[in-house]
Structure formats: C-alpha cells, structure tokens
C-alpha cells in the first residue's frame, strides 16, 4: 500500500488549503483513510478519518474548519482546510488501515503564517 500527500505549502491566517492523499489500489477497501499531522515537539495527532460503516470523525480543534471527503472514482482522500490558524501549522500525514495493519504516507508540510 503506498499513500502520497500533496497539497500543502505557506498560507496566511484565515486562508485555505487543500490536501490530497492518493492511494495505490481501490481506495474503498481501507477500513479507515484519513489525516493526521505532527508539529515541531508535540505528538502525532489525529485530524480527520473515514471509516468504512462508520462516517468521518474530526479532532475538536478543526471542526467546522476542516472537511475530509472520499473520492472513490479517483482513490483519493481530500481534506479541505480553512479558516487557517497558525497552529494549524504541521505536517500532515496520510493514514489509512487495511485489515488491521497502519499505513503512512510521507507527509507534506502546511505553514500557517503573515
């Protein structure tokens, strides 16, 4: 299973951003596609997931911002970012499970900053 992210890059507070995460594969297979980022010195934390059965599932601090979608005709997982705050700033990792075993992508970078 292979994931690659694109997407990220510099952006100003309140602006917009939108991730892309393409799976090798049918994307619809994952029990779980989503998003994770990781910002200097804090732990890898959850941003948004799908789960197959389930729906979508957001971390408190980007709902109402943040919104994962499922592209199945494209086997993509994309995440639109707005509202952006400069603690948004991290990188974000695409994250997927397939009968219980993780997967990572490489992440991609998003900067939060005037």
């Known amino acids: 299973v292979q994931l690659q992210a694109s997407g990220g890059g510099l952006v100003q507070p309140g602006g917009s951003l939108r991730l892309s995460c393409a799976a090798s594969?049918?994307?619809?297979?994952?029990?779980?596609i989503g998003w994770y980022r990781q910002a200097p010195g804090k732990q890898r934390e959850l941003v948004a997931t799908i789960t197959r059965g389930i729906g979508t599932n957001y971390a408190d601090s980007v709902k109402g911002r943040f919104t994962i979608s499922r592209d199945n005709a494209k086997d993509t997982v994309n995440l639109q970012m707005s509202s952006l705050k400069p603690e948004d700033t991290a990188v974000y990792y695409c994250?997927?499970?397939?009968?219980?075993?993780?997967?990572w992508g490489k992440g991609t970078q998003v900067t939060v900053s005037s």
């Open positions: 994250h997927a499970v397939l009968v219980r075993v993780d997967y």
């Open positions: 594969g049918t994307i619809s297979r994952f029990n779980t």
